[in-house]
Structure formats: C-alpha cells, structure tokens
C-alpha cells in the first residue's frame, strides 16, 4: 500500500484532463508525487471501458478504474481479495453495478417517442457528430459509442421540459445525471456506489484508509459525498459546479488539471 494512508478517486474530463484540451500536463507534479508514494489513483468516469483504457497507457495507471458513472468497477486479473460478485471479461475481474445497455436504448426509444428531436442519443450519433461534440479524436469517439452501462444524450428543453424528462426517467425505473457535456441515462448505479465498494474492499488490509475525491460536475456528486476529502475542481471561467455544497468540501484553487494539482499538492505535504 502507499507511503500515506490514503486512495484517490478522480474524474476525468474537466478534473484531470482540461476540459477542451484533454492535456493533463498541469497535474503532472502531483501525479508524479502521487505515484512515488504508491497512492492507489483509481480513475472513475462516465466514459466506457474503452476510453478508459486509451487514457490509463497515457497516465501510466495499473489501479482499479470506474467506468460509466459507476455501472462497473474493472480490476486486474491479479488482484485476489474480490469479496463482491464478478465477472471475468477481457482480461478482468469486473463487478457489474450498472442496467445493461440493451435494456437502456429499450427504454431510451420511449423517450424519443416522448421528446422528438429535442432529445439525440449518443447511440443515434455517428462518429463525425460525436467527434464535433466532444473534440475527440476518431479513435477516442468510437471508443465513446462502445457502450455498456449508460447512454449519454442531449437535451434541448428549457428548465420545465427538463424537469420533465427527469420524472419520464424516473417512471421508467431509471435514473439521470448530468455530466461536462451530456445527460446520462443509467439505471441504479452512481460512482458514489462504486467508491464505496472499492473502499470497502482496500479497508479489508488498510482499516485506517482515508479516501480523496475530485470531481467538477453533478454527476460527480455521489462519489464527492462517499470520499472523507471531497475536493470539487472549478470549470473553465472560474466557475464551481452548481448543487454541489457539502460541509467538508474543498474547493480547488482553478480549473482542471490546474486546479487537481494544486489541490492534491496540499493533501499530499499534510497526510506524508
């Protein structure tokens, strides 16, 4: 385990990487320090597996990772203690906590039946339109449409329609959360849910494991409210997500990687 008695679970788009860029050059100090004293960095995400993937070679990251807002937590096939039930698939061990796409793009279509052309599924989108959206590469776009656990969508509704849609949603047995760029669809999973589970698991060996969090949108919100060290990162212009406030929360002294890095910087030079 680490130098510190600690884990950090992290977003992202817009908390990691720059939310136009997708450079995590500004964080490199302190995922350098973070590395050197061997501090578990599990990355927890709305984006698939395969993104995921693409983004843990970039960082050089061998940890437990979230994928999809919390619909699966992927391990290694060399990690041994799994009290949960899991899978094996692909090279992991992988506890399923999220609804099954099939069954989501089911319940999607009664929402196009609902809402129109007001509301366009990442599933109805092809690669070009993704890539204009999000300014992914083509690569990083058809690893977005690989979807296992949540369909990510836009909405063009005022504040009305969109209360709305949410209680469509909710008639439907789902849930919905908003991320940097997308509505979610996704059933009973969040990453606060996965946090949990994961912490519980490295509790087992390490009773006094402190957990770190950051995060910069709602859909951040559950696994902020899971982590004793919630840190919140700003948005571009300066701005904190709305219907974010909890007694601990920290703030992060600027916008994604700037703000990550410096709000690591000082929980690291405290807690080794």
């Known amino acids: 385990m680490s130098k510190a ?26 995922m350098d320090r973070v590395k050197e004293a061997c501090i578990p960095l599990i990355l927890c995400s709305s984006k698939t597996r395969a993104e995921i993937e693409i983004w843990r070679e970039k960082l050089n990251n061998n940890d437990p990772f979230i994928s999809e807002n919390g619909g699966a937590i992927f391990f290694t096939e060399t990690l041994n203690s799994i ?11 992988i506890i399923e906590l999220g609804t099954p796409y099939s069954e989501l793009i089911a319940q999607f279509k009664t929402l196009k039946n609902r809402f129109g052309n007001r509301i366009r599924g990442l599933s109805e989108m092809d690669l ?16 977005a449409k690989e979807r296992e656990y949540t369909e990510p969508f836009v909405f063009d509704g005022d504040e009305n329609e969109e209360i709305e849609l949410e209680k469509n949603i909710r008639n439907l047995n789902l849930n919905l959360t908003k991320g940097g760029r997308f509505f979610h669809l996704l059933g009973d999973n969040d990453k606060g849910k996965a946090v ?6 490295y509790k087992e060996t390490h009773p006094e494991l402190k957990t770190v969090a950051l995060g910069d949108s709602f859909n951040d919100l559950p ?5 004793d060290m919630p840190i919140l990162v700003q948005k571009p212009g300066g ?24 709000a690591l910087l000082m929980i690291l030079s405290d807690e080794i």
């Not at 992290?10 to 908390?15: K, R």
């Not at 696994?223 to 982590?227: C, G």
């Open 239 to 262: 701005l904190y997500g709305r219907q974010i406030d909890l007694p601990n929360l920290s703030r992060a002294p600027g916008a994604g990687p700037i703000g990550w890095n410096k």
């Open 5 to 30: 008695n600690l884990i950090i679970f992290t977003d992202l788009d817009g908390t990691l990487l720059d939310h136009n860029t997708y450079s995590f050059d500004a964080a490199r100090e302190a």
């Open 196 to 201: 949990n589970v994961i912490t519980e698991m």
């Open 128 to 143: 070009d339109e993704v890539m204009y959206l999000t300014g992914l590469s083509k690569e990083e776009a058809a690893a």
């Open 83 to 93: 009290s949960e039930k899991y899978i094996e698939r692909k090279g992991y061990r």
């Open 223 to 227: 696994m902020l409210q899971a982590a």
